[in-house]
């Protein structure tokens, strides 16, 4: 049925969105620019690090009539680089990817070297490379197909072929409008029963609740 697997990296793979949710929540609290949580997941998660900021910059005018305070991103990368100690994969993550028979790419709007970081630190680095494609390699970030289609390409597969797990409404977007099936995955420790709504009316095709469920459903594909 797919030649294919493409996984995102952020809540999928490694257990990172709950950590982003803390510090960027915090931080912006810190500023006077407050969200509901199921909110700030609706809007940001998938997208790009400049998207986000761009987006949060428009929001602080919007609502308090000026821009990001300066030193805010410094403020949120210091928090991130305190906290690189407590990542991890999503539980049963690396047990999988390993014994995948089909071709895989990670394809994630974290930049480069923080993906590489990520990647390594949890041990999965080596089994995707040289296959793992980050918002810098291409013009356009999630919700935009560009990416998951750029994941295609150089695995030599067509988009039809591929399938993709995602745990955004953005990277759901981006790949249906890259013609891909995707399943929402819901193992990572941010999920839970309104954020997998939100993905299925997204787009998605089915939930997969976590990495069991997931190696069941792709040892049969």
Not at 97 to 114: C, M, N, P
Not at 127 to 146: L, N, Q, R, T, W
Not at 152 to 178: I, K, T
Request: proline share 3%; aromatic share 8%; with cysteine.
């Amino acid at each position: 049925m797919f030649d294919a697997v493409i996984f995102d990296c952020d809540g999928v793979l490694v257990d990172s969105e709950v950590l982003a949710l803390e510090v960027e929540l915090g931080a912006l609290q810190e500023i006077g620019l407050s969200y509901e949580e199921e909110d700030f997941k609706a809007r940001f998660m998938g997208m790009s690090t400049p998207a986000f900021y761009d987006a949060l910059e428009a929001d602080h005018h919007a609502r308090l009539g000026s821009g990001l305070p300066a030193g805010f991103r410094e403020l949120c990368n210091g928090r991130y680089r305190d906290s690189w100690h407590r990542l991890a994969e999503v539980p049963g993550a690396r047990a999988v990817i390993a014994g995948l028979a089909q071709r895989k790419a990670v394809a994630s709007s974290s930049g480069s070297d923080a993906l590489t970081r990520k990647l390594k630190l949890t041990d999965l680095w080596s089994h995707f490379a040289p296959h793992i494609y980050s918002s810098d390699h291409v013009a356009h970030a999630k919700p935009a197909p560009d990416l998951f289609l750029h994941a295609a390409e150089a695995l030599r597969v067509a988009p039809e072929r591929c399938l993709v797990f995602e745990d955004s409404g953005n990277g759901v977007r981006a790949g249906r409008a890259a013609g891909m099936t995707v399943w929402a995955f819901m193992g990572g420790g941010h999920m839970n029963e309104a954020t997998g709504a939100r993905l299925m009316a997204a787009g998605a095709e089915r939930l997969v609740r976590d990495w069991q469920e997931a190696g069941a459903l792709l040892s049969a594909i």
